[in-house]
């Protein structure tokens, strides 16, 4: 079942810009994880944040959690031609055992240089 | 470096035909997925397995079967192959006990004529 859901479906900014995608989940989660893929390629993961962090920055990106709403933003600072992809959230439910991971249906972003 | 490999990025079958799909990693990972990706979909988990010879049944199971017989091999199988079955097949793997990274293959793109 689809549990997370990425907002915008496609976004176009210009080199430099700063670019904010939306995640919302349904159930309890254990982590919330942000994976990029490039056209035709596999995913590769870009951050995890745990159910009791609110806040969690790498290089560029920076992902917010607020599970009291059940949502998490990437945002993606001064972006390059490079950082176009798809970006999908997806979520590890709580609970126990090693099942996947829920994916949305991903925010295609386009860099305009 | 982390790599999982998958043995075809492009195959072609014809309808009733029995397909293999080879995912090998080289983490010794427990966890390994599959996953199809279709536009408008996202990613599905068809199955997935947390150890040798044990398997575990996603989302979307049906029309699939796997094999795992080493820790580092997990086959996803169509019996008859159906048009419906066309789409991108991605392979993960990850570590037991641990609803964390998950790392992918590059994919393969399979079309069911």
């Known amino acids: 079942s689809q549990q997370g859901e990425e907002d915008p479906q496609a976004l176009s900014i210009q080199e430099g810009e700063n670019a904010t995608m939306n995640c919302s989940y349904k159930t309890s989660i254990n982590n919330l994880q942000w994976y990029r893929q490039n056209s035709g390629r596999g995913l590769v993961h870009l951050i995890l944040i745990r159910s009791n962090e609110r806040e969690k920055h790498s290089g560029r990106l920076r992902v917010t959690l607020d599970t009291s709403k059940k949502s998490s933003s990437l945002l993606i600072t001064a972006s390059r031609a490079a950082d176009t992809a798809s970006y999908f959230c997806a979520t590890a439910n709580s609970g126990g055992g090693a099942d996947g991971l829920t994916f949305g249906k991903g925010t295609h972003l386009i860099i305009q240089p | 470096d982390v790599k999982v490999t998958q043995s075809s990025r492009y195959l072609v079958k014809r309808t009733g035909e029995k397909v293999f799909l080879e995912c090998v990693q080289d983490m010794d990972h427990e966890n390994m997925f599959w996953y199809r990706q279709d536009p408008g979909l996202g990613l599905r988990l068809i199955y997935f397995?947390?150890?040798?010879?044990?398997?575990e049944k996603g989302d979307i199971p049906e029309g699939y079967s796997v094999s795992r017989e080493k820790k580092e091999r997990f086959s996803l199988i169509l019996e008859s192959a159906s048009t419906n079955q066309t789409s991108m097949y991605l392979c993960?793997?990850?570590?037991?006990?641990?609803?964390?990274?998950?790392?992918f293959g590059p994919g393969t793109r399979l079309t069911v004529l």
């Open positions: 397995s947390y150890d040798v010879k044990m398997k």
């Open positions: 993960a793997s990850s570590l037991q006990r641990e609803r964390g990274t998950q790392y």
